[in-house]
């Protein structure tokens, strides 16, 4: 199952793209750092799936090092779904319904 491909839901690009904009806006270094980040993140899960804790019964979550974010996640039969880019501030599980 490793090496599947990615399919970001689109409230997470949105939640992606906000907060490489809260960064770029403080520190540029940050923004690219933080994006880097998010590709390291992504290309763990994409390797092993199934490493990263369950949550909510079906989604996954791997939690960034360097920032207070986690990439939550689903994996299906022929893709992985990413669901959130949740700050570690927002209320768990606000993402359940997408």
Known sequence: M???PVRVHPLAADELEAAR?????RNPEAS?????GIDSAILAVTEA???????HVKYR?????????SVVYLTLPASIEVIAVAHHRRRPGYWLAR
């Open 32 to 36: 690219a750092a933080f994006l880097a």
């Open 61 to 69: 979550r791997y939690i960034m090092r360097n920032f207070p974010f």
């Open 21 to 25: 904009r809260w960064y770029h806006e």
């Open 2 to 4: 490793a090496n599947l």
């Open 49 to 55: 799936p199934q490493r990263w804790p369950r949550i």
